[in-house]
């Protein structure tokens, strides 16, 4: 009985909304940046779910980010956001809510217009107690945090990867002022 009500509401409070999300960053030197398409849609009779052995209750799969992948993307009826990473793997959790994973979305479309920065652990360390930033808790949970200023945007984040977790660290700043705060930390560091 939970699963049908997980669904149909669902369906009922996200079901047909759609927008981009536009993400950049620094790769040796270079800036990338790149749009995908994220639809609130379930496949109604044709939905799959899975009983979760590990946490109890049950996940389904949805729309999601379209983009070619191996995972699903999934919900659980706990209300979590969730994937399996590459088709068949045990739910992995990605956001504690679907409120949380879209304003997450609507930080990294907003940031994507700023300069992104290639910074190490120790500079992002150091960046995260730049004076002024403030983390953004609808956008944040335990493994992604997102803290904001107004030239300065961090987000750390774990990587799915089950066999090489780790942390990773992204930075953007927007006008003189944020890229002299970035820089500056980047020179002491």
């Not at 992948?69 to 045990?90: A, E, Q």
Request: with cysteine.
């Amino acid at each position: 009985m939970d699963l049908i009500i997980r669904c149909e509401g669902f369906g009922q409070k996200f079901g047909g909304m759609r927008y981009e999300v536009r993400h950049s960053w620094v790769v040796n030197g270079d800036r990338y940046e790149t749009a995908r398409g994220w639809e609130y849609d379930h496949l109604g009779v044709k939905t799959q779910a899975w009983q979760d052995p590990d946490r109890g209750g049950w996940y389904f799969e949805w729309t999601g980010e379209r983009v070619s992948k191996p995972c699903r993307d999934l919900i659980h009826t706990d209300g979590s956001v969730g994937t399996d990473v590459d088709g068949g793997s045990p739910y992995l959790r990605i956001a504690p809510s679907i409120p949380h994973l879209i304003e997450s979305h609507a930080l990294t479309d907003t940031v994507a217009a700023w300069k992104p920065w290639t910074v190490g652990s120790l500079a992002a360390s150091a960046i995260t107690l730049l004076d002024g930033l403030v983390e953004v808790p609808e956008a944040s949970w335990s493994s992604s945090r997102w803290q904001l200023s107004d030239n300065v945007a961090v987000m750390d984040y774990d990587t799915w990867d089950r066999e090489n977790p780790r942390r990773l660290t992204r930075v953007w700043s927007r006008d003189e002022a944020g890229h002299r705060q970035v820089q500056e930390v980047l020179d002491g560091s």
